[in-house]
């Protein structure tokens, strides 16, 4: 049937919203972020342009995240978030309404499920459809879910890192811990506080990740010049991080990922377990691409790990990828799950 507006994947993350339009492939990548005038609640800017203001606005603006740690944290702004990304993809009017695949964490409540709907229906979709984000991500991967053998996805967000085994389209095993890329940037910001009682912002401590940040000491050995402002006496101040010091102030958010990943396969049934000593791990999100991540979940796990290919928009592709089931119900694996 002739539609006028394509079918939309949206992996509404934490850190990013990623846009998928079946046919086109991605075409909108922006932070989830919200520039607020506090006084009158208006909204200011959206994505990449409130993005710039984090740390630099006056104080009656905010920049706001309206997302936390992989569900709706404010309702109304995030409504109006993704009203503003799809009327950039889909334009606006009455006939501007697409059918949107949108992932949420494995661990959500039914209340906060309702809340993803609810908002896509308001924000202009005509149909709403939720994935689990570890199914996405293994979809998006490039990974065959169908058969009856283990593959196991481990996707490291923003705000939650979601763990799966999946066999036969369906989850066997899963779970979803609240450590993921932004406990790093905030483990970063603690660590250069307390050892050089300097302050920086989220955006500074992100960069410092992503530059010369290391899953363990040792793997790395970088180190990166950086300003904040002096605890002590207030103005600003220039310091060197090194990576060993970044890995440092990681490590207990690292080894918090890697121990439930260790739980998930301690309590995988021993066939499927079987089959992960052969295919491995597949890493997804923007936290797999941490320095030396997939090195050590693969020496603490003594399991094959690898980073999927563009990590990022796995989640994205994967969504897109779940309407090819809804378009051909035959090809959906039986343990296939899509909620409306």
């Not at 995240?65 to 944290?73: M, S």
């Not at 991967?141 to 481990?154: C, R």
């Not at 050089?196 to 899953?215: F, M, P, Q, S």
Request: aromatic letters at 4%; hydrophobic letters at 45%; glycine letters at 10%.
């Amino acid at each position: 049937m002739f539609r006028l507006v394509a079918d939309v994947g949206v992996d509404l993350g934490t850190a990013t919203v990623l846009i998928y339009v079946v046919g086109k492939g991605i075409v909108l990548k922006e932070p989830s972020v919200v520039a607020i005038e506090q006084d009158t609640k208006r909204i200011l800017a959206i994505g990449e342009e409130a993005w710039r203001m984090i740390g630099r606005t006056p104080g009656n603006i905010i920049a706001i995240r309206p997302l936390r740690e992989g569900v709706i944290a404010d309702y109304d702004v995030t409504q109006s978030m993704l009203r503003h990304f799809l009327s950039k993809v889909c334009g606006r009017g009455p006939l501007a309404r697409p059918r949107i695949m949108i992932c949420v964490p494995s661990g959500v409540t039914g209340v906060e499920r309702r809340a993803v709907l609810q908002a896509c229906a308001e924000a202009g979709a005509s149909a709403t459809f939720l994935i689990e984000e570890p199914l996405a991500a293994a979809l998006g991967a490039g990974l065959d879910i169908a058969p009856p053998v283990a593959n196991m996805v481990v996707d490291i967000g923003g705000g939650t890192t979601d763990i799966a085994v999946i066999s036969l389209g369906g989850v066997v095993l899963s779970e979803s811990i609240r450590v993921a890329g932004d406990k790093f940037d905030d483990a970063i910001m603690r660590f250069v506080r307390k050892e050089h009682n300097v302050l920086i912002g989220e955006r500074t401590a992100e960069d410092v990740k992503i530059r010369v940040g290391a899953a363990m000491p040792g793997q790395r050995d970088e180190s990166i010049e950086i300003r904040g402002r002096d605890l002590v006496g207030g103005l600003p101040k220039t310091i060197r991080v090194t990576s060993s010091e970044t890995a440092a102030a990681m490590e207990e958010s690292v080894t918090a990922i890697c121990d439930r990943v260790k739980s998930i396969l301690e309590r995988t049934p021993p066939e499927l377990a079987a089959d992960l000593t052969d295919r491995g791990i597949v890493l997804t999100g923007g936290g797999s691409l941490l320095y030396g991540f997939d090195t050590y979940l693969s020496s603490e796990t003594h399991v094959p790990v690898r980073v999927a290919d563009d990590p990022v928009s796995c989640v994205a592709r994967g969504t897109a990828l779940a309407f090819d089931f809804l378009l051909n119900p035959a090809k959906k694996p039986p343990g296939f799950p899509m909620t409306t």
